[in-house]
RNA sequence: CGCGGGGUAGAGCAGAUGGCAGCUCGCCAGGCCCAUAACCUGGAGGUCGUGGGUUCAAGUCCCACCCCCGCAA
């Protein structure tokens, strides 16, 4: 008999988890809970998520509740207990807040997959948090969930080395690919009582929040390299960017310059060229040095491409 | 029809009031130098997104359409 599992999840992240509980006879994925869709992209065109797609073509059926916390939510999701007898629910990128009453429905509890070594980076945007960080190691942790983000014991992680020049979108997948290759085992190990939850250390716990495109701006009164892990770890999303003249300028990649450069009275936040290198200075008097960038209402292209012409 | 910017040489950009299509980089050929993302000389390369319209004359003005991108979500 297979383990019987609910999968919550939505996006990009939760994929490789979701595709490992199907293709594994150890388990059946009785159903799959997803956001609802939403208008996205320029046009606003109604945009089913990943994780949707990938239940219908699996045939499993799915739910997208606009709202979770709501009686009609709870008593769907009682009914599947009711008639599936459900072992456990499995929580990967779900993106909303899944109250305490549902959590206390599957028998053997619920599993989250999460992308960081935790205590550290608890939150929404642990895998941008651990970049911009200069952390050298990231990570997966599957762990129970309880009434606090983030917050069960745990069951397993796996660590990988970050290496020097990933960007955030790249180890986001690398992650979300390690998180379903230990998912299954540690499922099986959890059920079979061979794993004993380790609670963690909440004092060493550290938290991002949510990102917005905002969040992007850069604030050059930080330091060069400060600035260069964020652009690593921002790109894709929600990408970094700098007002200049008027429009936005997005920085696709960019290197904390480590020489000194000659360069006379250079001012903070202004775009400055240097032979064929577009630079500027950031606040601890160290240069970013600007490879790939992308104007406002155009395509991306190199700072030489842009140097080509743009007078400075 | 959510708001906005844009499509001109391989790339990035200029091209008031319509009047011979230009700049920077790249590319090709040659030169120079111990040497260079250096420099010098010469050269190739464009139906100006598409289709209509106005005009003696349209990259430029008018209309329609296609495509790319920023914001917002």
């Not at 032979?275 to 490879?291: A, P, S, T, V, W």
């Amino acid at each position: 008999m297979p383990y019987k599992i609910v999968f919550f999840g939505t996006s990009e992240f939760s994929i490789p988890s979701l595709q490992a509980l199907i293709q594994d006879q150890r388990f059946e994925v009785t159903a799959v809970v997803t956001k609802p869709d939403m208008p996205i992209g320029r046009h606003q065109t109604m945009t089913e998520p990943p994780v949707k797609l990938l239940a219908k073509k699996f045939n499993i059926p799915f739910f997208q509740f606009q709202k979770i916390k709501t009686p009609d939510t709870y008593q769907i999701l009682s009914d599947l207990q009711q008639n599936h007898d459900i072992d456990a629910y499995v929580v990967v990128s779900y993106g909303k807040i899944i109250p305490q009453n549902i959590l206390d429905l599957p028998k053997k509890g619920v599993i989250n997959v999460h992308g960081s070594l935790l205590p550290k980076h608890r939150g929404a945007s642990c895998v941008q948090a651990a970049i911009a960080a200069g952390d050298q190691q990231a990570g997966v942790s599957i762990m129970l969930l309880d009434a606090e983000m983030d917050h069960g014991a745990i069951l397993a992680q796996a660590e990988t080395k970050i290496p020097e020049a990933e960007t955030g979108g790249e180890l986001h997948d690398r992650l979300a690919q390690m998180g379903g290759e230990l998912l299954t085992d540690t499922l099986v190990n959890y059920f079979e009582n061979k794993i004993t939850p380790q609670p963690q250390n909440h004092a060493l716990a550290t938290y991002c929040k949510i990102l917005k495109r905002e969040d992007g701006q850069i604030d050059w009164n930080k330091s060069a390299k400060e600035i260069a892990n964020l652009i690593r770890a921002y790109n894709p999303w929600p990408g970094t960017w700098f007002e200049w003249q008027g429009k936005r300028i997005k920085i696709l990649k960019a290197l904390a310059v480590d020489q000194s450069i000659n360069i006379q009275q250079p001012s903070i936040r202004q775009l400055i060229q240097d032979q064929k290198r577009l630079l500027i200075l950031c606040g601890d008097q160290n240069f970013i040095e600007i490879l790939e960038l992308q104007p406002e209402g155009k395509k991306t292209m190199s700072s030489q491409t842009y140097l080509a012409g743009h007078k400075i």
